[in-house]
């Protein structure tokens, strides 16, 4: 079954069908790349972990799509410049380049910790101010936008018949409300929207205005998206994606104003990723209940644990977000590693029984690969890991130790080509690095306490133990000596300490 994905356009369940496979009409013959564009942050402030939920599963079906084989030009936008970015750089002194750079490190520094692969492109909308002129000058010379009496630019709803198909919203019953150009401009109608705003005193201010045929001015917030996506992936996307607060008026004024430019279907597949909840709350900074990365993992949380819970519900399901979900998804995460290090230190013996851990294997990527063609159903592709390692393990326990060459190679190809996609197992490594003096300081410490063993002194020797503990080194005392890994330890385990 191919990848069939929920399009809010159709509100059905469609199957991916990239525009490059049907230029000859050969949907089986792809030539050219999946063409994907994201809506990214605002970089205001730091993103928080809701924002986090829409990129992680921005994430998964880019990883899921290279996994199946296709090529991808993923690119995901960034907001430099609104009323928020503006007003925070005039309240600070500043200007606007100087106070959004630092926010568009630290979100792709987040990005990076929770495993994120980095994008083709991620276009500023402060560099495409040009192109975004131009755009506007065309919608005004085919009669869908008019300039106003104080130098902005408006987009005529009642020029554009399609208006609403995406959101499903009555353009006759559109309303001025919030984030529908409900602001200082005076325009035609309540329901149009602005494409170019004229410029104000805190713009000048903060070096947030631009010349244009119609004066000094800056660009809309919807008008930025269309202009860097056809930028960057021309006429006709493949996959349009933003989080369910986007549909409108957001992405809705997007395929008026590009198709109206254009003359051509703007995004064949539409995907919105759902509301995060906090504790049971939903979470927003208007409602002051939100968390960043940062401050969980300052908390003492995992990279890949936070992640794993960000995949833990399929991207169109409620999740509640929750600190012992953190605790749970830590111990999901390190059972996987767990897991994999079993079938990396298995002693390989041909002459072993078989256990029919290939069989398991198969089984696992066929049932894997079901739930991701099913709308990207992360839910469903993690229990499959995990029913999938229960069973191998319980192989493995007839035969402890060893097992025939073939079959570890099998099990822990399906496992590592299962974490391509969900990427938690390389987010915990990369998490759990450590650098050459850390290192020599844990060995320095082990012969300590084989030294303490000796001398029978086992009050030091447990003390060692605890000392490397509360690190997050955790000993294995195996026939071939004393092993070690890094496992950290979680705020309530340590707390219960």
Known sequence: MPLRLHNTLTRSLDPLVPLEATRDGDPGSLTGPVRIYACGPTIYDHAHIGNFRSFVAYDLLHRYLEWSGYPVRFVMNVT???????????????????????????VAADARTLGILPADANPRATDYVPQMVRFVEGLVSKGVAYLSDDGSVYFSIAAFPGYGKLSG?????????????????????????????????????????????????????????????????????????????LVFPHHEDEIAQSEAATGKPFVRCWLHVKHLLLEGRKMSKSLGNTVTVRELLERGYEPAAIRHQLLSAQYRRELNFTLDGLDASARAVQRLLDFEARLTETVPDTD??????????????????????????????????????????AALDREPGRARPD???????????????????????????????????????????????????????????????????VLEDTPGGTRWKVVPVTPQEAAST
């Open 80 to 106: 430099d410049i609104d009323d928020k970015t503006i007003d925070a750089a005039v309240r600070e002194g500043v200007t606007l380049r100087q106070y959004t750079e630092p926010f568009g490190r630290a």
């Open 169 to 245: 919203m009555d353009p006759g019953q559109v309303m001025p409300g919030a984030r529908v150009a409900v602001d200082e401009y005076t325009k035609e109608d309540a329901r149009d929207f602005v494409l170019w705003k004229a410029a104000k005193e805190k713009d000048e201010q903060a070096q947030a205005a631009w010349d244009s045929p119609w004066g000094r001015g800056r660009p809309g917030w919807h008008l930025e998206c269309s202009v860097m996506s056809l930028a960057e992936l021309g006429e006709t996307l493949d996959i349009h994606l933003g989080g369910e607060d």
């Open 407 to 473: 079959e570890l190679d099998a099990a822990l190809a399906a496992l590592r080509s299962m974490d391509r996609v969900l990427g938690l197992i390389e987010t915990a490594k990369a998490a759990r690095v450590v650098d050459a003096d850390t290192e020599a300081w844990v060995e320095s410490r082990i012969e300590a306490r084989r030294q303490a063993r000796s001398d029978r002194d086992f009050r030091r020797a447990d003390a060692i133990r605890d000392e490397l503990l509360a690190r997050g080194i």
């Open 352 to 393: 072993a029984v078989e256990l029919g851990l290939a069989g398991l294997a198969d089984g696992a990527l066929e049932a894997f690969q079901a739930a991701m063609d099913d709308d990207l159903n992360s839910a469903d592709g993690l229990a499959a890991v995990f029913v999938f390692l229960n069973e191998v393990n």
